[in-house]
C-alpha cells in the first residue's frame, strides 16, 4: 500500500494518503483547509549531504 505526498495549491499544506491497493478514489481533499485542489508531490527516499529539499518530505504528516 503506496503512500502518496500532496499539496494544497490553496494553503500549501503537505499530507501524506495512504492509498489501498487497487483503490480508484479521486484524489483526496486538504485536511488543514478542505480544498480539493491538491498537487501529488515526488518524495524522496533518503537524501545526502542535509540540504533542504523544495519537496515536503520527511516528515510531513509523522509517517516519514
Known amino acids: 500500500m503506496p503512500i502518496y505526498e500532496y499539496q494544497c495549491r490553496k ?3 503537505c499530507f501524506e494518503q495512504l492509498v489501498l491497493t487497487g483503490d480508484k478514489q479521486n484524489e483526496p481533499a486538504c485536511p488543514r483547509c478542505g480544498a480539493a485542489e491538491v498537487a501529488k508531490l515526488m518524495s524522496c527516499t ?3 549531504g542535509g ?3 523544495p519537496f ?3 516528515g510531513a504528516s509523522g509517517f516519514s
Request: hydrophobic share 15%.
Open 11 to 13: 494553503c500549501h499544506h
Open 46 to 48: 533518503n537524501a545526502l
Open 51 to 53: 540540504e533542504k529539499s
Open 56 to 58: 515536503c518530505s520527511p
